[in-house]
């Protein structure tokens, strides 16, 4: 049996459940690794003062709209690679994949060069005052180094993803994680290198995972990066775009929102920056258990719904979302009778905590709702239906966060700015049991 055979058989016969957590385990400690090491830039940052630790939580702005254009690529070939594994036609898979790997590092060397040309209106313009925009392009600087390499990283990643290896898409972004830890512990602690070495840590990192994952996917992967492989034809770049346009909106939006979040909260002072910066970076510390099974979920349905196992793909919906309602919920828990002790680890100041607390555990409560929001909407963009898909991000990541951080923040000041995306997760999770309730009704189970 061919090994085209044997990943046909495995993805369309191996018990559901135990196939996205045997996909989702892997994704998740990538996830988890990569959140872990945020946390750290957060955790050495906060040691040098508030005005430096919010420059991290602004520039995150930044490394959230590089990642999107990374996952929209990386997410849209990655569907097409599995439909063309499905089809058993690697030749087209290797298209795929090579056009957005090489594509994506070429839009990353653009990126690089116009963020440096305009560093400084780049970080106030993402919600830096005065006091934190030298701090933010210390970090900024190499955040924009890295970023050819963040892009062809998640590029590669999702690609082993989407060929049922999530085991080696692990391996990569594991190695840098754990690699930026051991930098910052390295650069700020020890050599005082102060915001610049936890960005040159992460830039390290960056370029480390890089190597690894091109490694892995030459090794490992039935579809290959190859030069030749490009697809000349603007078609082929839309329709990857299309597909993984979803992604794009829900980290481009995220970004935005975040941007009028930090411009929003600066007449509330560096302290509440700082804080909304810390409950940030741990909710999405919380939610790498749910998305990683979710990503999981994501080649099982691809693949199953190409291959016409519409039973397998409502299976795999209704575990994902159990399954991120269980885990989701029991932190959350945990957050929002912890949220004084959680905040204080990050930054000890008595405004920091004071005003990241009470945001801490309205977060806590809008992110159970998301265990309804993101498997829905990672199926539509997986089942190549990215209208929907869209709209479903559009919900959460900015159509009602920016309309509730307008009304809010006016209204009640402080707290429209701690309730705003909270409220967004909940609406947003309300709205998607309409289209989750649409595809379980309207597809046959064969």
């Not at 006016?410 to 701690?418: N, S, V, W, Y």
């Amino acid at each position: 049996m061919t090994s085209a055979e044997l990943h046909y058989k495995k993805m369309t016969e191996t018990p559901v459940p135990r196939l996205i957590v045997n996909l989702g385990i892997p994704t998740t400690i990538s996830m988890l690794i990569t959140n872990i090491y945020n946390m750290a830039d957060t955790y050495f940052v906060g040691n040098l003062g508030e005005s430096a630790q919010a420059a991290t939580g602004v520039l995150f702005t930044l490394q959230a709209i590089i990642q999107g254009i990374a996952f929209m690529l990386g997410h849209g070939a990655g569907s097409f690679v599995s439909k063309s594994l499905a089809d058993r036609d690697t030749n087209k898979a290797t298209m795929y994949i090579s056009s957005s790997f090489f594509y994506g590092c070429a839009i990353g060397l653009l990126i690089l060069a116009l963020g440096l040309i305009f560093l400084k209106p780049l970080v106030l313009f993402l919600g830096s005052t005065q006091t934190i925009a030298p701090y933010a392009m210390d970090y900024g600087f190499w955040i924009l180094l890295a970023c050819p390499f963040i892009i062809g990283s998640l590029i590669l990643n999702n690609g082993l993803r989407y060929e049922g290896k999530a085991f080696y898409a692990m391996f990569g972004l594991t190695a840098g994680g754990l690699m930026n830890i051991f930098g910052d512990w390295l650069l700020v602690s020890k050599l005082n290198m102060g915001v610049a070495g936890a960005g040159l840590a992460t830039a390290i990192s960056q370029v480390i995972s890089f190597v690894i994952l091109v490694i892995m996917y030459c090794k490992m992967a039935q579809s290959k990066l190859q030069l030749k492989a490009i697809s000349r034809k603007f078609s082929t770049m839309l329709a990857i775009c299309r597909v993984g346009l979803p992604s794009l909106i829900r980290q481009g939006l995220t970004s935005v929102s975040n941007g009028l979040l930090n411009n929003l909260t600066k007449p509330f002072g560096d302290a509440a920056i700082a804080a909304m910066s810390v409950v940030s970076r741990y909710s999405m510390f919380l939610m790498c258990v749910g998305l990683g099974m979710g990503q999981g979920f994501q080649p099982v349905a691809a693949f199953n719904y190409q291959a016409k196992k519409y039973r397998r793909v409502k299976q795999g919906l209704v575990f994902t979302m159990c399954f991120g309602l269980v885990f989701i919920g029991s932190l959350g828990l945990v957050s929002i009778f912890a949220a004084e002790s959680i905040i204080s680890i990050f930054q000890k100041t008595g405004a920091v905590i004071s005003i990241g607390a009470p945001a801490l555990r309205y977060a806590a409560i809008g992110m159970m709702f998301m265990a309804l929001s993101v498997p829905v909407n990672m199926l539509y963009q997986s089942i190549q239906q990215p209208a929907i898909s869209s709209f479903l991000s559009l919900l959460r990541s900015g159509a009602i966060t920016i309309p509730m951080l307008l009304i809010c923040v006016p209204a009640f000041d402080l707290l429209g700015i701690q309730i705003a995306q909270p409220v967004a997760d909940v609406l947003s999770g309300l709205i998607s049991i309409f289209f989750i309730v649409r595809f379980l009704k309207n597809h046959p189970n064969e």
